[in-house]
């Protein structure tokens, strides 16, 4: 059945960026042909796929020798090469993040922190795409879209997220 | 002045059947990681992978 896109996601995110969170290239290999069709419906509408280093190391880490590094690697690049830069703004930005996440930021990881991060450098021209939706509260980040993919068993939900302006 | 996102000049498609064969392999790569840490989490306590949700 394939990941369901609602109807205006890819005309909002036409010329715009999509940044992918860690759960995303986990699941992908999961399901590989559907989000292939995924990710290639992306490609086609003019919108940029991107990631962090943050979400790079946590899904490259735990590689148990550099045969599967260099897999895990080449997987990861065929979905995305393009890294936004980890800079002192974001790096601020993070700081200001853990202040407005208050006491719900005890539990958030880093690249949470980061990705968040880019939204709020980045604002209107990036969404986050995540299946992290426990970690990103309704009162830093709008929930713009739900992307559900139903499964034999199950269905996974993604949220499409911009920065609360 | 905010500073400009890259844009992919590329726009190269995925390869279905690369990528397929490449998500096979990385797949039993991050089951073997998950099992290894789920022994190391028994050993040493409790672990930090539920962000990921390795093990579904």
């Known amino acids: ?165 | 002045m905010p500073d400009t996102l890259p844009t992919d000049t590329e726009k190269k498609k995925i390869n279905k059947t690369t990528f397929v064969n490449l998500a096979k392999k990385v797949r039993k790569i991050l089951e073997e990681e998950a099992e290894y840490v789920e022994k190391e989490g028994k050993k040493n306590g409790p672990n930090n992978t539920s962000r990921l949700n390795l093990i579904t």
């Open chain 1, 1 to 165: 059945m394939g990941l369901i896109i609602p109807p205006d996601l890819i005309s909002s995110l036409k010329n715009k960026h999509l940044l992918l969170d860690t759960n995303i290239f986990i699941d992908a290999s999961k399901h590989p042909e559907d989000f292939t069709d995924f990710f290639n419906i992306l490609k086609e509408s003019d919108i940029t796929v991107v990631t962090i280093d943050c979400v790079r190391i946590e899904f490259l880490r735990g590689a148990p020798n550099e045969n599967k590094y260099k897999e895990k690697e080449d997987y990861f690049d065929n979905i995305t090469k393009i890294i936004l830069p980890t800079n002192v703004e974001i790096i601020q930005n993070s700081y200001e993040l853990v202040k407005k996440y208050k006491e719900q930021g005890g539990t958030v990881a880093i690249a949470d922190l980061y990705l968040g991060a880019n939204l709020m450098k980045y604002k209107s021209n990036i969404y986050l795409l995540s299946k992290n939706t426990t970690e990103l509260p309704s009162t830093i980040f709008d929930l713009k879209y739900i992307i559900n993919y139903p499964l034999n068993k199950g269905i996974f939900t993604y949220g499409v997220y911009k920065i609360k302006s």
